[in-house]
């Protein structure tokens, strides 16, 4: 799957969710939990970097 194609499916997913909150459990890891149940963890051993504007 390309970058392109993961990014379509992350958007797809993710549309018109609404955040709950955003958690940092453990070290490196960010977890953001939506209103519906939905949770998506972001490590950073992905080597990811979230910037919120």
Sequence with gaps: ???AD???RATALL???VVA???RHREGEVLIE???GTRLFVD??????????
């Design 1 to 3: 799957m390309s970058l």
């Design 6 to 8: 993961e990014s379509e």
């Design 15 to 17: 549309a018109g969710k």
């Design 21 to 23: 909150r955003v958690v």
């Design 34 to 36: 939506f209103t519906d």
């Design 44 to 53: 950073s051993a992905a080597a990811l970097e979230l910037s919120i504007t």
